[in-house]
């Protein structure tokens, strides 16, 4: 199932290019604030699982580009992410600092924004501002210490996510949780809908020119470490995100600019870039200037 959310919080099933509103009974407030009715909906999924399946059946269609979708869980308990998490993007950033011997690190929940929103670049001069090609895994339910064999059993669903990040050596939690810096979307597919998730090929895409293509298979930690290592510190909770980390291929974005992301079996989406009013701060008024390693 793909679960979209849209339009100020409600809650829609995609099917063939057309969304079916099924808010109602997903249990969602549209208007709740803070927005966690997803949360609710991802942690009693398997309960109202056939509901929505029956209520998207009788919804009226209406065609995904007619309607302004938004991120899908606006208000996690956590969102998590790994650095460098393939070899081929540890050789460009010159880095030692392997997702398997770093672990994982946090980004600002507030900086996710949906597939019709812009990312918003600080007015921040002397940097670079880099898209990380990513898969988000969303938590289905509560674990601690999860065994990696155990852990898909914990994973609710997928959706493509995009981690903006400033350059520079000043905090990595600062640089990457600008508001607008985590787009995830276009929507979340259940984990049910995805063969293989040790290979699912992702590209990346700025305006016409391939910057990223990986798969899977290539990560240093994979998704069930990933979710293993994260528990063995942090309860995870029903609606969380893990970012998988990037592979080779970073690169500047600037206003103008579309983003365009593909992850296979999951979904694609494309996200403008413009300048924004905000950002400036002391902590990043010396230039910096990114060297790309050897590939
Ligand atoms: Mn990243």
Not at 169 to 184: C, I
Not at 247 to 272: F, L, N, Q, Y
Request: aromatic share 8%.
């Amino acid at each position: 199932m793909k679960i979209a959310r849209f339009n100020g919080g409600r809650i829609g099933v995609v099917v063939d290019g057309t969304i079916r509103d099924v808010t109602a009974v997903a249990g969602v407030d549209a208007a709740e604030w803070p927005p966690v009715g997803p949360l609710r909906l991802i942690a009693d999924f398997p309960t109202l699982r056939d509901k929505l399946e029956q209520a998207a059946k009788v919804a009226a269609p209406i065609p995904l580009d007619q309607v302004t979708l938004e991120t899908p869980v606006p208000w996690p308990n956590k969102l998590i992410a790994y650095p460098v998490n393939y070899r081929d993007h540890a050789t460009e950033m010159t880095s030692v600092g392997f997702a398997n011997v770093q672990g994982f690190f946090l980004k600002a929940n507030s900086s996710l924004s949906g597939p019709s929103e812009a990312i918003e670049l600080p007015n921040i001069a002397g940097r670079e501002i880099h898209h990380e090609c990513e898969i988000a895994l969303i938590i289905g339910k509560q674990g601690r210490q999860i065994p990696p064999e155990r852990a898909f059993d914990y994973v609710f669903g997928y959706a493509c996510l995009l981690d903006i990040t400033i350059r520079g050596k000043e905090e990595r939690v600062m640089r990457k949780s600008f508001d607008t810096f985590t787009p995830v979307g276009p929507y979340i597919t259940t984990a049910d809908e995805v063969p293989n998730p040790a290979d699912i090929n992702m590209r990346l895409w700025v305006n016409d020119e391939l910057r990223q293509q990986a798969n899977t298979r290539d990560l240093l930690v994979d998704i069930p470490h990933m979710i293993s290592i994260a528990s063995s510190a942090a309860t995870l909770y029903p609606g969380d995100l893990i970012a998988t980390g990037t592979p080779a291929g970073v690169g500047p974005i600037k206003a103008g600019d579309t983003v365009t992301i593909e992850v296979d079996h999951i979904g694609r989406m494309s996200v403008p870039v413009v300048a924004g009013r905000y950002g400036e701060n002391i902590v990043f008024a010396k230039p910096y200037e990114f060297k790309r390693g050897a590939a």
